[in-house]
């Protein structure tokens, strides 16, 4: 006989197979993404050099990251900071990141408008402003490693020939290093351009039908109907970018592996946070320092994504939402 | 309802087998010392981590591989096989191994940079050297002590040395109306002073101009007279003389000695070489030479280059031009100091099978076979016994070289060599790379002191954290 204190009830028994077949995602989320994330959080009070057990050093990682700003500030001396190279990296990525993200949400939105137009081919056109997004970081990288070279690459001669100026260094002159990677960064704006197109094709027609008739012209309209009704997708991309941006790697790894200055080019100018966080892990055999870093960049993230989402409710409109309601 | 069931119990499967994997048992490393006898019959196996250094090219892996099926062949109680993995890799692969228990028998060839950065991960074999009264004497000097630690312990056995020489472009000094370098190790009017005056000679511009016209054009060099870019600035301030040679620190490794006077007159030089003079190339024009292989002097962008003899490899036969080797030059103190390297093969201290691992060492680095090795890596074999047989196969290879520069030039190896170790080596190398950097991408001729004087206080800053937790 069953014994009546262990039945469930039907909602019990639902939500039950429910957890149950999450289950192995739940499982694998815990053990591959929550149990690391403890571990580095651990690892980042820690010395640690992989090869010996991790000692405890209680928040030195963090004093060494953080001591010094005051003293640096008021003398303008950036060797008094307790890691200068840090605040350099964390320097290169915010320089990239305010270049790199405005550019890329403008110029793949603006790729998407015109793609957006009923002309014959438009589909080939598509694929073509599409294709380099697909092509793998490397091989991105490798490539325009050669365009950008100063004297075999083919940027400077076209420069050349159509401003009769000089080429610069590209990614041999520490000034020129991030705008190249901002450059070569512009080149994979399909997918972007892709979310916004799919965004576009969603705008209801009938509201440019009541601007045209209204007397709205091309701008107003673009002003007034598309800008709007696209913010979800704009804000879409801009979390989304911002968060890829602060994890920029695989590129400028392959481009300044060997190179003049080593890994983050000359003067440390294309020493982005994640590269530095890499040579600590596996190059200086600070695995401790490293999780340390890695832990800030995501409080840097976290809070400037939550900023984003904070101020989407002034800009981000959502189709039949009046301003500031649900 | 049954089909439910099946897909519950299906998942209670698959999580408690995901549970049970990450829950298995820990492998432990044995203890250094210990040796674990294998089940009778069976063959210990000897891996061979190669990737630290050179070694991963086609040619070299199958040549390895030959090795190791002659060695088989020999021994019935140990199988030898090489492990093969890409330079980039090498070192996370290597940690991820020792960590994870599963450490290679034996690591190399590795400089003596590599070998001291994971200096307390070697076996000392001078307890092996002891029991076996295992004759070292046959080794050059400069072999066994460029991989001993401070403390004297005996991390490996050297295969070869690498001393370092200059390759001249015969075409350029031919081109320039200009005798070529001498060869006579005892002549001291071959100068670093003497070498930038023949540099700027050789240094040509597209309409022909050498530097020391008043017509030459520093925007439009096709050969540079002198570079020595796969060098680092260690590598570039060794030969200058400072009492460290080619540490930047004190014997106690306590105090940074970066802005030492001889240095700073070195890197003023290069400074000037590439500012002034013009017969250095900058950042910029090097990284346009030879885009795809970053070999200057191979596509005749380099008029004098200054290497080791792990440059000398097949492809110098079919260059594009004549060339020759040659001492370097003097300093400005009358010394003769060339930076060299020396290749090891270690037995980390966390490996299985050390005995198996210590037959193999010494089976490699024997008389017969130690030449076959540095057939494949490009080095001069560490044994002085070969020296006539490796100059007879040099010259074999390549013939109408100097290889008599090659057996001077060991003689004149950096102690303290300018890979050694020093607290904390990769930050300390990475602050001098940026250093050497800064001289040549900032566009302009520096000021050696305030550069050096700068470097050394961020060098002094790592040192004293250092020792602060040590």
Partial sequence: MKNPRLRLS?????????????????????????????????????????????RWNNFANYKKIFSGILPAILNQDSSRLG?????????????????????????????????????????????????????????????????????????????????????????????????????????GVGGGMIIYLAGLQGVPTDLYDAAKVDGANMFQRFWHVTLPMMTPVI????????????QYFTEVYVLTSGGSGG????????????????????????????????????????????LVFRSSEYWVFYEGQLKGKD | MKTKSLWLIASLILIASMILTACGPKTTPPSAGETQAPPAGEKVKVT????????????????????????????DNIEMEFLIVPYEQSREKFQAMVSGGTAPQLVGPMGVETSGQFQDLWEDLGPYIQRDNYDTSDFYGPAIELNKTADGKNIG???????SFIFYNKNAFDAAGIAYPTHDFNDKTWTLAK?????????????????????????????????????????????????????PTTADFKTATVNAPEWVTGIQW???????????????????????????????????????????????????FKWDIAPAPYNQKGEQIFNGDADVFAIPASAKNKDAAWEALKWLVNEENILEMCKIYGCMPARKSVAETYNTTLTEMYPGIDTSVVFSAANFIDVSNHEGWVPDVGRVNEILANALSKLMTEGENHDAQSLLDETNAEVQAILDEYWASH
Avoid: C
């Fill in chain 1, 10 to 54: 039907l909602r019990q028994k639902e939500a039950l197979s429910g957890y149950l077949f999450i289950s192995p995602w739940i499982v694998g989320f815990l053990i591959f993404t929550i149990g690391p994330m403890i571990a580095s959080l651990y690892y980042s009070f820690t010395d640690y050099d992989i090869i010996s057990p991790p």
């Fill in chain 2, 157 to 163: 056995l050297p295969v070869g040395l690498y001393p």
């Fill in chain 1, 263 to 306: 890994l983050g080019g000359p003067v440390r100018s294309t020493l982005f946070y994640n590269l530095y966080l890499y040579e600590n892990a596996f190059r200086y055999n600070q695995m401790g320092y490293a999780a340390t870093m890695a832990w800030i960049l995501f409080v840097i993230v976290l809070v400037l994504t939550l």
């Fill in chain 2, 48 to 75: 061979i981590f190669i990737g630290m250094g050179t070694g991963t090219d086609p040619e070299q892996i199958t040549a390895e591989n030959a090795l190791a099926a002659k060695f088989n062949s020999t021994h």
């Fill in chain 1, 235 to 246: 804000f879409y991309n801009l979390v989304l970018g911002m968060i890829g941006t602060f």
């Fill in chain 2, 270 to 320: 290069y400074s000037d070489a590439i500012w002034v003079d013009h017969f250095m190339a900058d950042g910029t024009a090097l990284s346009a030479i030879d885009p795809a292989n970053g070999d200057p002097f191979a596509v005749g962008g380099v008029a004098i280059w200054k290497s080791h003899t792990w440059y000398m490899g097949d492809s110098l036969n079919d260059l594009p």
């Fill in chain 2, 195 to 247: 070498l930038r005056e023949v540099a700027m000679q050789v240094t040509m511009d597209a309409n022909g101009k050498n530097a020391t016209s008043s017509d030459f054009d520093p925007a439009n060099i096709v050969t540079y007279g002198f570079d020595d870019s796969w060098g680092n600035f260690r590598d570039w301030a060794v030969i200058w003389g400072a009492p460290n040679v080619g540490r």
């Fill in chain 1, 83 to 187: 890691d200068p190279i840090f605040w350099q990296s964390l320097k290169v990525t915010l320089t990239y990141a305010v270049m790199a993200l405005p550019l890329g949400l403008i110029f793949g939105f603006f790729l998407a408008v015109l793609l957006n137009q009923k002309v014959p081919g438009v589909n080939i056109w598509r694929t073509i402003y599409f294709l380099p997004s697909v092509i793998a970081g490397v091989a991105v990288a490798l490539l325009w490693g050669r365009i950008f070279n100063p004297r075999v690459g083919i940027l400077n001669p076209i420069i050349e020939a159509i401003f009769h100026v000089k080429g610069p260094g590209w990614l041999g002159d520490p000034h020129w290093a991030v705008p190249a990677l901002v450059l070569m960064g512009l080149w």
